[in-house]
C-alpha cells in the first residue's frame, strides 16, 4: 500500500455577536474530525470571536489569514460552513476566493460538499449560497432593530453597554429579579444576584446566557462611587469648569474612565449630553447599521451602500424617547444648567470645526512630557463683546494629553504658532532636500545615485529581521504595562511608554527605510518613488495642504519632540535624508547616522 501525505491546512473559526450560532469550540471539534477523516492535517488556526461576517474589513483574524496565505504553507482552509467564512455579498466573497486561489488555496466546508466544486454547478451553488448568507444578515438586522424599538417604547433596555453610572437588571414576568449584570472597566462583566453577590465575572467576548423572552431589562443605578462621579462630574460643568479641567479632576482623584483608562475631555462630554442621567431613555442618537436603520420611528432600508456600516450621528427626529423610563442621577433642573454651560463654553471656544488638510505636521509632533502627540488648535480673537469687529484666527500646535486629560498627565501647556513652524520645518528640508535652490530632476539624479549605492546591502535581510523583532517585543511590553496600569503608579508607567513609544517610532522609521530601498531594485522605481516624495516637498512650498502632503512630511521627518517645561523643541529627520543631505558616500544602512536634528524655537506658553 502507498502511504499519503496529509496536505497542510488551516482551520478558519468564526462566532458573531449572535449567541445562538455554533460555538467555537464545536466548529474545531468538527473541522479536526473532518479534516483527519478527509487526508489533511491542521497546521494551525485562525479565529474570529465575537465579530460579525458582514465585512472581512473588520476581522482581522481573517486578514492575517489572507495575508499569511501567499506564503503557500497550507493549501485549503476549512471551515464549519460558509457563513462562518462569509455573510458578505458574493462580490467580496468572491474577490477573497480569487486571492487565495493565487497563492495555491481552496476554500473547503465541513457541511457542504459542494463549495469546492469546479465548474458552472460550483460557481452556481457558491453564488447561491452566499446569497442566502447575505440575506439572513439582512433580515436578522431588521427583525433586531424592531425588536429594539418595541422595546425602548416599553421603557426596556433594548441591549447594549449601559451608559457610566448604570446597570442592567433583568427582571421576570412577574416583577422578581433574576439578576443584574454590571460592566467592568475594560469590558468585562459582573452577573449579581438578587441577593446582591456576584455570582460570576464574564471576560470580554465571553458568551453570557440570554434571559428568556418573557423578561425584560431596565436600567438602575450602579454602584455608589459611579453614582457620585456623574454627580460630580454635573456638578463641576454648571460650577463653569471645562471639559478639560472636569477630566483633569477626576485623573487626579483616580477615577478609572469607562473604558478602564485616563478620562478624557470626550468622555465627559458624552456623559453630560446624554439625556438619560435626567431619566430619559434615549435611544438611536448614532448608529452603524448595515442594512437597515431606524427613521421616524421603524426600521428603513440604509440608502447608499457608502454610507453601510459607518458611524454617524441621527437628526432628534429619529430618536426613540421614552421620557421618566430610567431613575434619574441628576434632576433635570441640574442637567439644564449643564446643557447651558457646555454650550456657553462651546460658542467661546476657538475650535473651527474640522479643518480637512490645515494641520502639516499632524502625526510627527510629539510631547517630550507626556509622549502624546501635539493637534491643531485655532484661536479667535477680536470679534468683540457683541460680535463686532475683524476677527483673526491663528493657528497653533498644543498637546493633546494636555488638552484632553489635564495637568495630571501634562502640567504644563505649550502653544506652537502653526505657521511659523511649518515655515521652519518646510525651510529644513528644503535645503538639504532640493540644495542651492536645485530642480527636482536634480535631487532626484541625486537621490538615486545614493540609494543605488547603498541598496542590496547582505546585511539588509537581517536587520530588517531585528527590527521586526524589536518592534513585536516592544509591543508585549506595552500591553503589559497596560494591563498592569494604576493611578498609584501612573507617572513611572507614563514615562516609561513615552521611551518605549520613542524606541518603536525609531525602529519603525529605519524598518521603512531599510524595505522602501531593498525592494526598489531598478532605477526606474527609484525615480518613480523618489519624483513623487521630492515633487510633493516644491508643492508644499507652493502652498498645498493635504494628506499627500503630511504623508510626504512624514516621510523625511522622523518626529518634532516639544518640551513644555522649556518651550524648545527638537526636529529629528530621518537617517536617509540625513545621509543624503550631507552627500555621504555609499555604505551599509547600519552606518548610517540616526538622524538630523535641529532645535525648534520661539513656542509659546499656555
Known amino acids: 500500500m502507498i502511504a499519503h501525505q496529509p496536505k497542510p491546512a488551516v482551520a478558519y473559526l468564526r462566532r458573531s455577536t449572535d449567541r445562538q450560532e455554533q460555538s467555537l469550540a464545536d466548529q474545531r471539534r468538527e473541522i479536526e474530525r473532518w479534516a483527519g477523516e478527509n487526508g489533511y492535517a491542521l497546521i494551525g488556526e485562525y479565529v474570529d470571536d465575537a465579530i460579525s461576517g458582514t465585512s472581512a474589513a473588520k476581522r482581522p483574524g481573517f486578514q492575517q489569514m489572507i495575508a499569511e496565505a501567499a506564503k503557500r504553507e497550507f493549501v485549503a482552509v476549512i471551515v464549519w460552513n460558509s457563513d462562518r467564512f462569509s455573510r458578505g455579498d458574493a462580490t467580496e466573497t468572491e474577490h477573497y476566493r480569487f486571492l487565495l486561489r493565487q497563492s495555491g488555496v481552496r476554500v473547503v ?3 457542504e460538499d459542494y463549495l469546492a466544486n469546479e465548474g458552472v454547478e460550483g460557481d452556481v451553488l457558491r453564488v447561491v449560497k452566499q446569497f442566502q448568507n447575505r440575506q439572513f444578515s439582512v433580515s436578522l438586522s431588521q427583525n433586531t432593530l424592531r425588536g429594539q424599538i418595541s422595546s425602548v417604547l416599553n421603557a426596556s433596555d433594548p441591549g447594549r453597554v449601559p451608559p457610566y453610572g448604570y446597570d442592567r437588571e433583568i427582571v421576570g414576568p412577574t416583577g422578581e429579579v433574576v439578576h443584574r449584570i454590571r460592566f467592568l472597566e475594560g469590558g468585562a462583566r459582573q452577573v449579581i444576584n438578587a441577593d446582591g453577590k456576584v455570582t460570576g465575572t464574564y471576560a470580554k467576548g465571553q458568551s ?5 423572552k418573557e423578561c425584560v ?14 454627580r460630580v462630574i454635573f456638578r463641576l460643568c454648571v460650577e463653569g469648569v471645562g471639559l478639560k479641567g472636569i477630566a483633569d479632576e477626576l485623573n487626579r482623584r483616580g477615577v478609572m474612565s469607562p473604558r478602564g483608562k485616563l478620562w478624557q475631555h470626550t468622555t465627559v462630554r458624552a456623559i453630560i449630553l446624554n439625556p438619560v442621567y435626567r431619566g430619559d431613555l434615549v435611544w438611536n442618537r448614532r448608529t452603524e447599521s448595515k442594512f437597515y436603520e431606524v427613521r421616524q420611528g421603524r426600521a428603513d432600508r440604509v440608502k447608499g451602500r457608502e454610507c453601510s456600516g459607518r458611524v454617524k450621528h441621527t437628526d432628534k427626529d429619529d430618536w426613540i424617547v421614552r421620557e421618566n423610563a430610567v431613575p434619574p442621577i441628576v434632576d433635570r433642573a441640574i442637567w439644564d444648567k449643564a446643557q ?3 454650550m456657553d463654553r462651546a460658542s467661546k471656544c476657538s475650535g473651527a470645526g474640522k479643518q ?6 499632524s502625526g510627527v509632533m510629539r510631547c517630550a512630557c507626556c509622549g502624546q502627540p501635539y493637534w491643531g488648535l485655532v484661536k479667535r480673537k477680536g470679534r468683540g463683546c457683541k460680535g463686532l469687529g475683524k476677527e483673526v484666527r491663528t493657528g497653533y500646535y498644543v498637546c493633546a494629553g494636555h488638552s484632553r486629560m489635564g495637568k495630571s498627565v501634562c502640567p504644563v501647556s505649550a502653544h506652537v504658532r502653526s505657521a511659523e513652524l511649518e515655515a521652519w520645518v518646510m525651510e529644513q528640508v528644503a535645503s538639504l532636500v532640493l540644495r542651492d535652490g536645485e530642480c527636482v530632476d536634480d535631487a532626484v539624479d541625486r537621490f538615486v545615485a545614493a540609494v543605488s549605492g547603498r541598496s542590496g546591502s547582505p546585511n539588509t535581510a537581517a536587520e530588517i529581521s531585528r527590527l521586526e523583532g524589536e518592534i513585536a517585543k516592544i509591543d508585549v511590553q506595552v500591553s503589559a504595562l497596560i494591563t498592569g496600569l494604576d493611578p498609584a503608579n501612573l507617572a513611572l508607567v507614563n514615562g516609561q511608554l513615552t521611551r518605549m513609544r520613542r524606541q518603536k ?12 530601498s531593498d525592494t526598489a531594485t531598478d532605477e526606474s522605481a527609484l525615480r518613480r518613488f523618489a519624483r513623487e516624495r521630492i515633487g510633493a516637498i516644491r508643492d508644499i512650498l507652493d502652498g498645498r495642504r493635504d494628506e499627500q502632503s503630511r504623508r510626504a512630511i512624514a516621510s523625511y521627518v522622523d518626529r518634532i519632540e516639544i518640551d513644555p517645561a522649556t518651550k524648545t523643541g527638537v526636529l529629528v529627520l530621518n537617517a536617509g535624508v540625513a545621509a543624503l543631505a550631507a552627500n555621504l558616500p555609499p555604505q551599509k544602512h547600519s552606518d548610517l547616522p540616526q538622524g538630523s536634528r535641529s532645535q525648534v524655537t520661539g513656542i509659546e506658553g499656555g
Do not use: N, Q
Request: aromatic share 2%; net charge positive.
Open 356 to 361: 480637512e488638510g490645515r494641520w502639516l505636521l
Open 505 to 516: 517610532d525609531h525602529a519603525a522609521e529605519r524598518l521603512r527605510t531599510l524595505k522602501a
Open 340 to 342: 447651558a454651560a457646555a
Open 109 to 111: 466546508s465541513v457541511t
Open 208 to 212: 453570557l446566557r440570554k434571559p428568556g
Open 217 to 230: 431589562a431596565r436600567l438602575v443605578h450602579s454602584d455608589a462611587e459611579r453614582v457620585e462621579t456623574v
